[in-house]
């Protein structure tokens, strides 16, 4: 017999929830976020606005790295998730499922040519972590050469890959044996690594993220996935935060004409409502599903719901109408950031894009931290880059229109007149 649950209170005193959230949540990044003036619960959302608690409204150019690409709350995405209700759950993971094979047949469709197999997880550190295990089963072989200043996520073998500021607290940096750092666009660097022929893979952000979006130069892509097939070592691409569309095509691996061993997509899969990942593999990454299906399993990979949510967003993402609206909202922001940056050359002196993936960078080694602040009290959500405090991460939505664009522009410019004053204040 079912009995009524208890009345969630969604409009919970703010101060009673941050202090339980020092009491019971996370303490640090609770008390974090108040030192650097973010004081948000949030509350109401949809589109590509949020509402803190008390009723401050702002517009989100960050998207939680890409997971509101298609908005807060999107209609269609949650009229399928609604649907899929009366037929789906979970799932059972031991077993074929209908809206796993269906998801699966549509990612090998639209991924790049050769990969086959999809592998689902419920986050994309756990898709990081099957899709390192898949080169290792490949190649058996044990190390991975990572970016430094990367980022792949916190979970057991993905932590090892990124910066030591996630790793060292946890006692997960990994030896030289197993993770090799490698500064980004450096080719040498690179070959060096590959060429002691016992690496399994190289694992790249296709424009990594919490380094500030640094963009590959011309080749560099290429070259490495080059050098892999030259030494033995699988590609992993993380499009973790590049993929579904942003850059303006579906993966952003795709602008570079790299065909990878294995993709990772996360994040944005989910249309920010249910959670899902999915590493990609080709049929020799995949091969351990031949001899031994039962090797990897994850309960909550590939929940059925989840499956039903990821098939919507790719269907919404390659519409020929949205493709058209990520070149516009990418043109359109792009040449009001430059009249911006035309008033504060000085302060404001770099623009990275693809598509909208955006990372504006400032003139003072903390200048994006100024920038996020300033932008907060205007009404503008967007975050500095973790591993490189001078870029702010900018990160519009698939379906941003004219106004809302208008709107942020004018947000922006007010948020960084405001942060090059109080950079020139404080340097004096």
């Known amino acids: 017999m079912y009995r009524k649950v208890e009345t969630m209170d969604y409009f919970a005193n703010k101060q009673a929830t941050l202090q339980k959230s020092i009491d019971w949540w996370n303490p640090g990044k609770t008390k974090q976020w108040q030192i650097d003036g973010v004081d948000v619960v949030i509350g109401k959302r949809e589109g590509y606005y949020f509402y803190d608690v008390d009723g401050k409204k702002l517009m989100n150019a960050h998207l939680n790295g890409g997971t509101y690409n298609l908005g807060h709350r999107n209609p269609e995405v949650i009229a399928a998730l609604v649907e899929g209700t009366n037929y789906f759950d979970i799932g059972n993971h031991h077993f074929p499922s209908t809206a796993r094979a269906q998801l699966a047949e549509k990612l090998a469709a639209c991924t790049p040519e050769g990969l086959t197999y999809s592998i689902f997880s419920s986050g994309g550190s756990e898709a990081i972590d099957v899709a390192l295990k898949c080169a290792r089963y490949a190649t058996k072989r044990k190390k991975t050469i990572s970016i430094k200043n990367g980022y792949h996520g916190h979970t057991g073998l993905a932590v090892s890959l990124g910066n030591e500021r996630y790793s060292k607290p946890f006692l997960s940096e990994g030896s030289p044996h197993e993770f090799v750092h490698v500064p980004f666009n450096d080719l040498a660097a690179m070959e060096r690594e590959l060429a002691r022929g016992d690496v399994a893979s190289v694992i790249i952000e296709t424009i990594p993220a919490t380094y500030g979006f640094p963009l590959p130069t011309a080749n560099y892509l290429a070259d490495v996935k080059s050098l892999c ?27 570079y004409g790299v065909k990878p ?3 990772v997509t996360a994040k944005g899969l989910s249309g920010g409502i249910y959670p899902i990942a999915a590493t990609v593999v080709n049929e020799r990454a995949g091969g351990w599903m031949e001899e031994d299906g039962l090797a990897h399993i994850s309960t909550f990979g590939g929940a059925e719901l989840g499956c039903v949510v990821a098939m919507k967003v790719l269907e919404i993402s390659q519409r020929p109408e949205v493709v058209k609206n990520v070149e516009y909202v990418a043109r359109y922001l792009r040449s009001g950031l430059e009249r911006i940056q035309q008033q504060y050359p000085d302060f404001f002196v770099g623009i990275r894009q693809l598509g909208v993936v955006m990372g504006l960078e400032f003139n003072h080694p903390e200048g994006a931290k100024y920038v996020m602040s300033s932008l907060y009290k205007h009404g503008v959500w967007a975050i500095y880059s973790m591993l490189d405090t001078r ?5 519009p939505g698939l379906l941003c229109d004219k106004a809302y664009c208008d709107e942020l522009l004018e947000k922006c410019e007010a948020g960084i007149k405001e942060a090059a004053q109080l950079v020139k204040f404080a340097r004096y």
């Open 261 to 263: 061993d294995i993709l």
């Open 391 to 395: 870029v702010l991460q900018f990160k």
């Open 229 to 255: 097939e030259r030494y033995g070592a699988l590609y992993i691409a993380d499009e973790v935060q590049t993929g579904l569309m942003r850059t303006g095509k579906l993966w952003g691996i795709e602008h």
